[in-house]
């Protein structure tokens, strides 16, 4: 049996490898967005902004091709009652290097969103970088 042992792959002409019939997570983080919002762990994130009550803002550190890239957000807080479900939706603003997204909660009963700030946020990011 071979071993193969490398630090760095790159194509022939010393750029990144392209993944054939294959998709890997271009981005992805955990964020904590209560009190002071921040990035709990990270792959290709340059930060947070918190733009409001249950309203953040994801960066990149590098940016996606362009603005029909994938992503996926859940949102989950330890403090809410079972009377309630937390939710998660995108509120427009895509752009190549970032996203923004509300959190908050919904009534079983009402359907109405109420914004709150989440605990934990996992967010990853499928595409084409740029």
């Known amino acids: ?3 193969l042992r490398a630090d760095t792959i790159q194509n ?5 490898v392209t ?4 998709e890997a997570i271009k981005a992805y983080g955990m964020v904590d967005g ?5 990035l709990i762990t990270s792959f ?11 309203d953040i803002t994801f ?6 091709s362009n603005t029909t890239y994938m992503f996926m957000i859940d949102s989950h807080n330890e403090n809410t009652s079972p009377s309630t479900r937390d939710a998660t939706k995108y509120t427009g603003g895509q752009a190549a290097g970032s996203f923004r997204f ?3 909660y919904t009534s079983n009963t009402s359907g109405g969103a109420t914004a709150y700030d989440e605990d934990f946020n996992p967010i990853a990011l499928m595409g084409d970088l740029a």
């Open 19 to 22: 993944l054939t019939n294959q």
């Open 34 to 38: 209560t009190g002071t919002i921040n």
């Open 12 to 16: 022939t002409s010393g750029g990144a």
């Open 44 to 54: 290709n994130a340059s930060g947070v902004t918190d733009n409001g009550t249950g």
């Open 59 to 64: 960066s990149l550190t590098n940016s996606m």
């Open 1 to 3: 049996m071979s071993t």
């Open 102 to 104: 509300f959190t908050g």
